[in-house]
């Protein structure tokens, strides 16, 4: 069964820190795995994808690294700001196209 | 502006009743999604279509229907059979080239309360 799991489910950190999300995936035939940023009440917006062959992308201080052969990603968020505060969702896709959500990470950045 | 728009962004309903969350593109996606979303719980698809006319279930289908009569618009009625309704539902949609799903675009959202 295609799963994803998120981790910390939950994460606090002071304004201008540095943080890690973690996303592990038994998604298979893997296409690409994509970060979302979801503020409270709203629609996801994507922050990044990658394929099979990329390790690593980066939007601004968003910067994703990908290894395919263990199947994990994971999120690091440079210099934190208070408009980060959000959840943050993994999602996986299959080459079939279904995609597989997390149930994210609900991140807080305290002043 | 090109875009995924929802109506209305709350929604109250009385049990028993039927509702029906609109969604409209104009990306000229041709897949279209509905999820559900539930506190502290990830996104949930409830249906999606591929073409026009065509739509497949997803894994929470049950008490509730969709239909595509036209490719923009992809509108999911809740129905009185959906036992627990109330929840954040968003539509999506993505281009689909060489048989491979794309990268999905979110609405804003319709947040249902069954009163």
């Known amino acids: 069964k295609n799963q994803v799991e998120q981790s910390p489910q939950s994460l606090i950190i002071l304004e201008g820190k540095n943080c890690t999300l973690q996303c592990n995936y038994t998604v298979s035939p893997f296409s690409n795995l994509r970060w979302y940023k979801q503020d409270t009440g709203r629609g996801p917006v994507s922050l990044t994808i990658m394929t099979f062959s990329e390790n690593t992308k980066s939007n601004g201080r968003y910067t994703a690294t990908l290894d395919a052969d263990t199947k994990q990603s994971s999120l690091h968020i440079t210099a934190s700001q208070l408009s980060d505060s959000a959840s943050y969702i993994c999602?996986?896709?299959?080459?079939?196209?279904?995609?597989?959500f997390g149930d994210g990470t609900t991140l807080t950045v305290k002043p | 502006d090109g875009g995924i728009t929802q109506s209305p962004k709350y929604l109250f309903r009385k049990e028993g009743q039927n509702v029906t969350l609109s969604c409209e593109q104009n990306?000229?996606?041709?897949?279209m999604y509905w999820y559900r979303q539930d506190p502290g719980q990830g996104l949930r698809l409830i249906y999606y279509s591929q073409i026009v006319n065509d739509f497949q279930k997803g894994d929470i289908a049950e008490g509730y229907s969709v239909s595509r009569e036209k490719k923009e618009s992809f509108p999911l009625t809740v129905t009185s059979a959906q036992k627990n309704p109330t929840a954040f539902y968003l539509c999506?949609?993505?281009?689909?080239?060489?048989?491979?799903?794309?990268?999905?675009?979110f609405g804003p959202g319709t947040r249902l309360t069954v009163l």
């Open positions: 999602v996986v896709s299959a080459l079939a196209g279904k995609s597989t």
């Open positions: 999506a949609s993505s281009m689909i080239s060489g048989g491979i799903y794309n990268e999905q675009f």
């Open positions: 990306l000229n996606h041709d897949a």
